[in-house]
């Protein structure tokens, strides 16, 4: 599995500063995110499945770029169509699995802060120490699905514009 460490922004040590820092990179994600036959600028769903670790509310903010509709469901739920953007918070191990394996070739860009190291499957995975929101990018996952990623997604949140 190819898992690259790719950035980190410096966050307000707080609950609302953390909860802005996620929001922040989720838009950034979702804005180099391409869909298949789609306008970059077309609304997206985001399905919230379980409890975010880092953050009370997923909120993300594109600048210039779709809208995104949250709505929190079930795993089971999840697949049944309007999700184009799975956020995996805390569930039972078996409801992350089955979702990734649900997604495989499919347009579902797929984000976890349940899985530092990335190893259960998602496209990007989140995590945090102190006041620093980083986030991993699985190539893998990445790669069996048609979803297409701007690779400049690494840089996201770098002071100098380099990715880590």
Known sequence: ????????????NSA????SGVNRILGGII??????????????????????RLADRIAPIVPGGPV???????????????CDI?????MPIADPQRLI?????????TI?????????????????SRSKISFSVNLDAIGRGPLRIDPRV???GSDDGAAR
Do not use: N
């Not at 599995?1 to 307000?12: G, L, N, P, R």
């Not at 976890?112 to 945090?128: E, K, N, R, V, Y």
């Open 68 to 82: 995104v509709t949250v709505r929190r469901t079930t795993a089971a739920a999840a697949t049944g169509g309007g």
């Open 86 to 90: 799975i956020f995996l918070g805390h």
């Open 101 to 109: 394996g649900w997604v495989r070739g499919r347009p579902v860009l």
């Open 112 to 128: 976890t802060d349940d899985d530092p190291d990335c190893s259960f499957g998602a496209m990007f995975c989140l995590s945090s």
């Open 154 to 156: 690494l840089k996201i």
């Open 31 to 52: 804005s180099y995110a391409r869909w298949p036959a789609a306008s970059p600028a077309a609304p997206r769903g985001l399905c919230l499945v379980g409890a975010p």
């Open 1 to 12: 599995m190819a898992v690259q460490a790719a950035s980190q922004t410096i966050v307000e």
């Open 16 to 19: 609302e500063g953390i909860t």
